[in-house]
C-alpha cells in the first residue's frame, strides 16, 4: 500500500506526459492485482484452519481434480509443461475416490503446481500418482534449484520463502495454505529430493466421513 500511495504522490506533484500515466496505471493494477492475490490467500489461510462439517464434504474423483487444477495452471502459466504419469493403475474406478472440500483441495493442487511452475526454471513439472487402498500419493517435481537444506523445516509456515526464491515475486503463504489444507484432510505433505528434483509429495486418505471418525463433527 505504501509503495502505491507513493507512485500516485510522486504523479501529482506536477503535470506528467501521457505516456507516464500509461506506465503509472499499469504499475498500478499490478500492484493491486499482487494485494488482492495476498488478500485471498490470507482469507483462503483462515478458512483452512477450521474444521470441515459434514455437509461441506462431497465425493472426489482424483483424476478429475487434478485435470481442473492442471488445466487452470497451464492457463496462467503457458511457458511451463506439465507432465503426468501413473506409478500404478487403480484396479478400478472408485480407487480413485477421495471425501473432502473439493475447493480447498483444488486450492491446495493449484499453490502446489504454482510453486512447482514458478520455482521449475522452464524445465517440464513432473506429476507421478501412486494408488493404493488406503490413500492416494501425488508427487510434484521440479528441476530448479534445490531447497537449502536449513530451510526445509520452514516450508510450510506463513510468510516464509526460501533463499532459492530471491528474484522472484510471491509471499510466503502458497505452501503454508496447502499444508493446512492437507492437514485438515488428514493428509501429508512433505519435501525431498529426488534424483536431483525438488519433490512434493501430497498424500490424502481415502476415507469415508460416514464411516470415519477422523474428520471433525462441528
Given at each position: ?38 488478500l ?31 488445466l ?16 500404478n ?124 471418525s ?5
Amino acid at each position: 500500500m505504501a509503495a502505491v500511495v507513493n507512485q500516485i504522490d510522486l504523479a501529482l506533484q506536477q503535470d506528467r506526459s501521457s505516456e507516464y500515466y500509461k506506465n503509472l496505471l499499469l504499475s498500478l493494477q499490478e500492484e493491486h492485482d499482487r494485494l488482492s492475490k495476498l488478500l485471498q490467500q490470507l482469507l483462503q489461510l483462515f478458512r483452512s484452519g477450521q474444521a470441515i462439517k459434514l455437509q461441506n464434504i462431497e465425493q472426489i474423483f482424483y483424476n478429475e481434480l487434478i485435470d481442473e487444477c492442471m488445466l487452470q495452471i497451464s492457463l496462467a502459466y503457458p511457458q511451463s509443461k506439465l507432465v503426468l504419469n501413473f506409478g500404478n493403475i487403480p484396479d478400478q474406478e472408485n480407487d480413485m475416490i477421495l471425501y473432502g472440500n473439493s475447493s480447498l483441495l483444488a486450492t491446495a493442487l493449484i499453490s502446489l503446481l504454482e510453486n512447482a511452475c514458478k520455482y521449475g526454471s522452464g524445465f517440464p513439472v513432473l506429476l507421478e500418482i501412486g494408488f493404493d487402498q488406503g490413500q492416494i500419493k501425488l508427487d510434484i517435481k521440479n528441476k530448479g534449484q534445490l531447497i537449502p537444506e536449513l530451510d526445509r523445516n520452514h516450508l510450510f509456515s506463513p510468510f516464509f520463502r526460501s533463499t532459492n526464491t530471491i528474484g522472484k515475486r510471491g509471499f510466503g503463504l502458497g505452501l503454508a495454505l496447502a499444508f493446512k489444507i492437507t492437514l485438515l484432510h488428514q493428509g501429508q505433505l512433505f519435501y525431498t529430493v529426488v534424483d536431483g528434483f525438488n519433490c512434493f509429495s501430497w498424500v490424502l486418505p481415502k476415507l469415508n466421513p460416514l464411516k470415519s471418525s477422523k474428520y471433525p463433527q462441528s
